[in-house]
């Protein structure tokens, strides 16, 4: 059964201190995003991939995060430093380049600044 | 960018009764889904529907392109159906990707 792998699930950290979030994508899948999820803001995209090459972050706070593939299995989202306001739920999704076939999500990294 | 509407932004059933929920979306699309997230937070494909109509058990969707729309049926109702439930253009011409605000729906016992 294919699905995105995210991992954490859960991390609870203090202010200031680096947060990575990893994200496997469904086998085959060229195209891989991240979304951040909260209250307020709903579901905000923060970037996307295809194939392995960043196509747009301009949803993501340049000053702090970062986002790579290092590998076609791999997608890692970093938050350094952490502040409170970036406390949300991160989902990670995956699909086809032409988006055909639509999307596919992971089951969300729950962050939580203290 | 594309926008995408959803309506209404709530609401309220009693279980067995059956439902409309509508996405209406600015600007021609080549791709359009549907998802429910669950009390638990996971985001579940529903239906991947650029144009046409599909059928899922109790769940339904018809997208009519031309016009601009698409709707998702909910018949005989079940608590499980909970959850916000939204629609999406997973990548746009633009190489963006909309969400509307969501529907959140609350069956009742």
């Known amino acids: 059964d294919a699905r995105v792998t995210q991992t954490p699930r859960h991390k609870v950290t203090e202010m200031g201190q680096e947060v990575t979030m990893r994200c496997q994508p469904i086998l085959g899948h060229n195209t891989v995003f991240w979304y951040r999820q909260t209250m307020m803001q709903g579901l905000e995209l923060l970037a996307y991939f295809r194939n392995r090459a960043p196509l747009d972050d301009s949803g993501m706070p340049k000053d702090r995060f970062s986002a790579e593939m290092p590998d076609a299995t791999l997608a890692t989202l970093k938050i350094q430093p952490s502040e409170p306001r970036d406390s949300a739920v991160y989902f990670c999704?995956?699909?086809?380049?032409?988006?055909?076939?639509?999307?596919?999500f992971g089951e969300g990294s729950r962050l939580t600044v203290l | 960018g594309i926008q995408v509407e959803q309506s209404p932004p709530d609401l309220i059933l009693q279980e067995g009764a059956n439902s409309t929920l509508r996405c209406n979306f600015s600007d021609s699309v080549n791709n359009l889904q549907w998802f429910h997230q669950n009390p638990w937070g996971q985001l579940i494909n529903l239906f991947y529907?650029?144009?046409g109509t599909k059928q899922n058990g109790r769940l339904s969707a018809t997208t009519v392109a031309t016009e601009r729309y698409s709707l998702l049926y909910i018949s005989s109702s079940q608590t499980t159906d909970s959850g916000v439930y939204f629609c999406a253009v997973p990548l746009t011409n633009a190489g963006k990707s909309t969400f509307g605000d969501g529907t959140t729906l609350t069956v009742k016992p």
């Open positions: 999704a995956s699909g086809l380049g032409t988006g055909l076939g639509g999307l596919f």
């Open positions: 529907i650029p144009s």
